[in-house]
């Protein structure tokens, strides 16, 4: 869980769904190849949608 959030200065929704059993380097690459953005910025928050949408992961 995200306990301090004091530091997002940006939030980044990916639209569409993820398959959300992909890790951190999955996610990574999902965000390079798809959505052009460099998922190594501080301050950003990344977040996905699975199948089901009441499920969300999210990658700072």
Avoid: W
């Amino acid at each position: 869980m995200l306990e301090d959030a004091a530091g997002i200065r940006r939030v980044v929704i990916a639209c569409g769904y993820v398959d959300l059993r992909k890790g951190i380097d999955g996610l990574s690459m999902i965000i390079g190849d798809r959505y052009h953005q460099n998922p190594f910025e501080k301050g950003t928050l990344f977040l996905f949608c699975g199948r089901r949408s009441d499920r969300i992961r999210g990658l700072l």
